[in-house]
């Protein structure tokens, strides 16, 4: 692995920050930044050569309080990247047969490059058939069982936004995944399943955790690279994290206190961690950049470029 000294040159900021525990902190606010910065000088070069923006659109069913929030966060951040974003906000009461619908009115609409159906959909409506029957082309989550596949078999094409967006920030500080142990803890089809498949890629040897698991401290301990993904505040324990090891925290709850936090106990965590995401922060801002990457390879994947 490469070490914390060694990619001083390399952060998205300059000099990199560092915890009081020395662990370098993994900015992706600043290294998101950059990504969307590439995405809209991509996206104007669609345009220039299509004579039209590549096109997101965004659909939300009913008004949960935090998807509301993101999907807020995704619009704006798609218009400053020069992606024309279609919004279609439905009532709660929307019917699967509706969505199911629109969806197919969306990939036959040659203007929209990429679909996203926000998460989570109202009871009633089965979010696998929704998420199944969006164009696999179109798919700028990457949740579509073609595109897990295509990436379980090497050959990526939209890769699912917050495992991309680990090994987005894993490169850009110059942190090496191959040959590395790494420990995902968390199994979900959104999160961990995909992130293993993305480190696999990288050529770590990948171990996957989840509620089965019978001695998590273990696998944690002896992990040189961390992602967790368990939706639990401050869950993996500061002292499990091996000395100098890379720990994303893709994990944002709500403390008891009210504050945003991860999986991981940071605090702790950085004071024994090489490099280390912060939350919020970290993730995050890397899974929306990540998003609008796939919007502009979507377009330019349908129009042969
Ligand atoms: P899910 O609830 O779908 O999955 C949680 C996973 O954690 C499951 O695989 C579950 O295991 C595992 N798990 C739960 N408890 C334990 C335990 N005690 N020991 C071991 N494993 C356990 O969550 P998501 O994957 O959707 O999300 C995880 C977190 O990431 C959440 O905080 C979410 O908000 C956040 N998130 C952040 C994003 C970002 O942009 N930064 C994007 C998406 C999610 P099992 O499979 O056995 O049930």
Redesign the pocket.
Known sequence: MGTPEATAGRPASGTPTRTSGGAVLLDGKAVAARVRAEVAARAAAFAQARGRRPGLAVVQVGNDAASSVYVRNKRRASHEAGIESFAHDLPASTSEAHLLELVGTLNGDPRVDGILVQLPLPRGVDANRVMDAVDPAKDVDGFHPVNTGLLAQKRPRLRP??PFGVIRLAQEYGITLTGQRATV????N???RPMALELLLARATVTV?????RD?RAEVERADVVVA????PD?IPGTWIKPGAAVFD????RSADGRLVG?VAFESAAQRAGWITPVPG???PM?IAMLLSNAVDAACQRAGI
Do not use: E, P, R
């Open positions: 936004c917050t803890v968390g199994a979900s959104i999160v961990g955790c989840h509620t089965g698991t998590l993904a368990v939706g639990q869950f893709v994990g944002i709850n999986d970290g993730l995050g899974t």
